[in-house]
């Protein structure tokens, strides 16, 4: 444990000390905007690109990718800014989505007195399985906030009391959650047991935008995943730079130093805990809208692993990092590029960035092409260190 | 009176560090805590913020009780601590460090004028990572990350330990022209000859009692002040060397 906490979890020098903040100069804040607009850039291009050359159906894949980058993203705001680990995010993913896919599956019919006002308020609707067997389920919209309360109770029930404490602790908690959580998964009917469940509805967001699977809508869904992530991105870029984000990088930095100086550190652990697992929960949700089922492997610690191992590649506290490195590698993954040798690449891949580039892989990298003089990062001329 | 300690007992596990210290201090006062290492000053202190949870007995900062509350409420009492070693925040730059400072002032831009002022150094290095200034500097910064709160009691650990000579010079020089700007300090130090220089009071404490209160000057000639902390030796003394 000594060596991850000198190692990547202290991220020496990861925290990146943006000089643009609240009363930031005009062209610091277009500069902010510069990542924002060329992602928003090549999201369509890529599209382009894939349309082109004829395999339109990657998006399927990319679509994927960009929930997991949405978990991913929340999780590096989690590591970086608050300097806790979660090994349970793939629980919070799998608890969102198995709720909704419980509540949007499950036949409420037999409680006859009870669903007919809820059906009256749209929170319950009958409507046909695969099948054509008459059901009464939960509506997507209200499965969603059920998903989400579902998972902050949970994220509430362990970070409440793990992160009073000082050091590892969250990790632990969140391992021993994620392995309970898959335990339960696994065991119970109710959740299709080792099958997990399937045949989950479309879920209608507004008309004319639907998320679902079915091939007509995969364009559009294409480019709700990618515009939910950067709107995530935008939210949390925003956060950061803050009076809040000040606040996380000196708890970070030195806790009992920013309590002194009238931070509720706890507190503020609490809230970012939360925040990152409720973005888990509503990629969950969305993600099994989208395939149309979920399944137990979903919350096992290999995938928790596989977003802390993502987190840690993209360089954690650098969001745009995290999001881009989980984007083309969880894609890479979903398009059976790595085979059988799926998770040992993820693993060989946090091994390989403990021990090798701490920091995370990107900033060596631009450090190499800053001393080439091959790129300049706006971010140097404002301090000057090395 | 703004700070009203009574009976305060407080320590880790077992151990008691501070066994039942009364002190007061007024508004607009210096006031030194002198002692050796181990005296029990450092874990006074934390127990004034909250760091560190008191026993037993009473502090009362400008008449409201605040002994038993959490560290980050004591900004809200207009209390700041600048901790033993500085502890600013070194991944972070000038700048931020002092804007984290003003986390519970909502002006806290202005007050950055003012520390700006009263720290020029400091408006130089306003883009440099903290934790590559030099010692000194440091400990201007973390004062005037203090000041950012616009405390009315500071609370001022050691804040000479580590420093060159003329930076502790430097770093007295401006504790004492907090006055000016009607701060209120508490200043534990071992370095009793500057304290005495700045403080109005004092208190000496030894294993974890007061042992001996009174004005500054009175102190730097009592004998028992003079032997331990002021490396002089009493003239009713037989003569013979005494052992460190």
Redesign the interface.
Known sequence: MKRLSTGIWAD??G?R???E?E?GTIAGRLRGLVPVIGFAMAVPLLHLVLRVAGTEYCLTQLTMAAYYAIVVTGLGLLMGYAGQVSLGHGAFFALGGYTTAVLTTHDFSKWKAATGWLQEAHIMVARQDLYGNQLVTVTPWAAFFAAMAVAMIAGCLIGYPALRLRGHYLAMATLGFGLIVAKLLVGSNLTGAADGLNGVPEWILMPGLVVSGKVPVRVQNYYLACGLLLVVLVLLRNTVQS?VG??L??I???E??????????AAYKLKVFLLSAALAAAAGVFFTHYTAGIGPSEAGALKSLRYVALAAAGGMSNLWGVAIVSLALNYFSLRGWFGTYDNAVFGALLILIISLAPAGPLQPAAAWLRRRGWWRNAQSS????P | MLLQVKNLRCGYGSLEAVRGASLHVCTGEIVGLLGANGAGKTSLLKALVGLLLPWSGEVRIAGRETSGQPAWRCVSNSTVLVPEGKMIFAEMSVRENLLVGGYHNPDRRMQMELVFERFPRLRERQGQVAGTLSGGEQQMLAIGRALMARPMLLLLDEPSMGLAPLMVKEVFAEIFRMKDAGVTVLLVEQNATATLKVADRAYVMETGEIVLEGDAGDLAHHPLVKRAYLGQRDEDDSGQPRQK
């Open positions: 020496k020098g925290i000390s943006s000089v903040d009363g009076r000040r606040a990088k000196s970070h930095d030195g009992k130093a920013a309590n002194s100086m009238g931070i509720n550190t404002h301090h000057g260190t």
